[in-house]
């Protein structure tokens, strides 16, 4: 496995390569954004864009991770499809070529041209990317590789990666909008129970350089398989793992160490959430941030206690890799509304896991994966608990 979560760290990265390379130069970037269409649209957004970067690092992935494990090519699903039109009309398939020049060659079709750009971007699809992280080379589990499928959304927040701001401040560690909201997410999950496995999340724009104006990324991932719990936040936040590879046995859900030390509950949650859930929970520490990936990570973190949405504007590609670590963190990701079934019914003892497996019933285009009850993202049960019975208290006006 060590092998398996390396190849989605690296592919994470070169994924991460390409979001800063296509952003760097504005006037390429121009060149790159589509706007989608019909059933790829999301309805939350007026307007839905996808761009060269998010259709590439999708292909990326799915090339590298199905060239390293033969037959997962099949099983990698993600957000975009792969097909780009040019400013001529054309429609070009974008994929990952067998040489650097071939690759190139295709994508200045897409750059109606730009050789020079179209060499950019092969030279970096075409570099590999090799990693030294010791706390992954701990990673020593056996899961068949026929059992497993994954889930790539390979831009979250493509609003806030077109718009760009690099200036915002955060609050507490958080930041509303800007460029940290944008993540590359990579989740695999259980073909049978559809429960996830492990997911990589990489945040490709964390710090600038003031210089060089050059941007740093870093990335987070977790395994949560049987009695397995490991995450790279383990070694960060309390040093909780040893030197001994036994000790990946231990299951972190029981460390209270790794549990969010703030009692001061907090939430984190969509500029355009439902106006009573927005009252019920200005009780807690309330932050608002753009990206589903992102908020999650702020989960992840330990920077709220949850974030909650109330809506079905989230799909599987958004939720599979963060729920994945923070089910290795003791947390997870549930369904909203049955959650709040069940704690109306006074029956919470088992909470409705998000699964990755099913569509959604009689559902077409994109919507077939959405969370159709909203989700709650957590790394405590405890808080979790609390902030869901102050939401059952609230008429949410349905
Ligand atoms: C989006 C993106 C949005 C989010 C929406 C996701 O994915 O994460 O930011 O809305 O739910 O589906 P909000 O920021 O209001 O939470 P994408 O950018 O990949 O379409
Ligand atoms: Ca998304």
């Given at each position: 496995m060590?092998?398996?979560?390396?190849?989605?760290?690296?592919?994470?990265?070169k994924?991460a390569n390409?979001a800063?390379?296509?952003k760097?130069?504005?006037t390429?970037?121009q060149?790159?954004?589509?706007?989608?269409?019909?059933?790829?649209k999301?309805k939350?957004f007026?307007?839905?864009f996808?761009?060269?970067?998010?259709?590439l690092?999708?292909?990326?992935?799915k090339?590298?991770?199905g060239?390293?494990?033969?037959?997962?090519?099949d099983?990698?699903?993600g957000?975009?499809?792969?097909?780009?039109?040019?400013s001529?009309g054309?429609?070009?398939?974008?994929?990952?070529?067998?040489?650097?020049?071939?690759?190139?060659?295709?994508?200045?079709?897409?750059?109606?041209?730009?050789?020079?750009?179209?060499?950019?971007?092969?030279?970096?699809?075409?570099?590999?990317?090799?990693?030294?992280?010791?706390?992954?080379?701990?990673?020593?589990v056996?899961i068949?590789?026929?059992?497993?499928?994954?889930?790539?959304d390979p831009?979250?927040?493509?609003?806030?990666?077109?718009k760009?701001?690099?200036d915002?401040?955060?609050?507490?560690?958080i930041y509303?909008?800007?460029?940290?909201?944008?993540?590359?997410?990579?989740?695999?999950?259980?073909?049978?129970?559809?429960l996830?496995?492990?997911?990589?999340?990489?945040?490709?724009f964390?710090?600038?350089?003031?210089?060089?104006?050059?941007?740093?990324?870093?990335?987070?991932w977790?395994?949560s398989?049987?009695?397995i719990n490991?995450?790279?936040l383990?070694?960060?936040?309390?040093?909780?793992i040893s030197?001994?590879?036994?000790?990946?046995?231990?299951?972190?859900?029981?460390?209270?160490?790794?549990q969010?030390r703030?009692?001061?509950l907090?939430?984190?949650?969509?500029?355009?959430?439902?106006?009573?859930?927005k009252?019920?929970?200005?009780?807690?520490?309330?932050?608002?941030a753009?990206?589903?990936?992102?908020?999650s990570?702020?989960a992840?973190?330990?920077f709220v206690?949850?974030?909650l949405?109330?809506?079905?504007?989230?799909?599987k590609?958004?939720?599979?890799?963060?729920h994945?670590?923070?089910r290795?963190?003791?947390g997870?990701?549930?369904?909203?509304?049955?959650?709040?079934?069940?704690?109306?019914?006074?029956?919470?003892?088992?909470?409705?896991?998000?699964?990755?497996?099913?569509p959604?019933?009689?559902?077409?285009g994109?919507?077939?994966?959405?969370?159709k009850?909203?989700?709650?993202?957590?790394r405590c049960?405890?808080?979790?608990?609390t902030?869901?019975?102050?939401?059952s208290?609230?008429?949410?006006?349905?």
């Amino acid at each position: 496995m060590t092998e398996f979560l390396t190849a989605l760290v690296c592919a994470s990265e070169k994924s991460a390569n390409i979001a800063r390379a296509c952003k760097q130069e504005e006037t390429l970037f121009q060149l790159l954004v589509q706007e989608k269409k019909g059933s790829e649209k999301n309805k939350k957004f007026v307007s839905d864009f996808k761009t060269l970067a998010d259709v590439l690092v999708q292909e990326v992935i799915k090339h590298d991770i199905g060239k390293k494990f033969p037959g997962l090519e099949d099983y990698i699903f993600g957000e975009e499809s792969n097909q780009f039109t040019n400013s001529l009309g054309e429609k070009i398939n974008v994929e990952v070529c067998a040489t650097e020049t071939e690759t190139a060659e295709l994508l200045s079709k897409v750059l109606d041209g730009n050789i020079t750009a179209a060499k950019l971007l092969a030279r970096i699809v075409h570099h590999d990317v090799s990693m030294k992280d010791p706390a992954l080379e701990k990673v020593k589990v056996d899961i068949p590789q026929d059992t497993m499928a994954v889930w790539v959304d390979p831009i979250d927040s493509t609003f806030q990666y077109i718009k760009g701001y690099a200036d915002e401040k955060p609050k507490d560690g958080i930041y509303s909008k800007g460029l940290q909201c944008v993540t590359i997410l990579i989740g695999v999950y259980n073909r049978s129970s559809g429960l996830p496995i492990m997911g990589v999340i990489n945040q490709p724009f964390v710090t600038r350089d003031p210089d060089s104006l050059r941007w740093r990324g870093q990335y987070f991932w977790g395994l949560s398989y049987k009695d397995i719990n490991i995450c790279s936040l383990q070694n960060q936040d309390a040093n909780a793992i040893s030197q001994s590879t036994d000790d990946q046995h231990e299951d972190p859900r029981w460390n209270e160490d790794l549990q969010p030390r703030d009692d001061n509950l907090s939430a984190v949650i969509s500029t355009s959430e439902n106006e009573a859930i927005k009252t019920a929970l200005s009780m807690l520490r309330l932050y608002y941030a753009a990206g589903a990936g992102y908020k999650s990570l702020c989960a992840v973190q330990g920077f709220v206690s949850v974030y909650l949405l109330s809506e079905d504007t989230t799909f599987k590609w958004d939720c599979c890799a963060p729920h994945a670590i923070l089910r290795s963190l003791g947390g997870g990701m549930v369904d909203f509304r049955e959650c709040l079934k069940r704690i109306k019914d006074g029956n919470l003892d088992e909470l409705p896991e998000l699964i990755y497996n099913t569509p959604v019933n009689g559902a077409t285009g994109v919507d077939r994966w959405a969370n159709k009850g909203g989700l709650v993202a957590y790394r405590c049960p405890k808080h979790l608990d609390t902030i869901m019975n102050i939401i059952s208290k609230v008429n949410l006006g349905e």
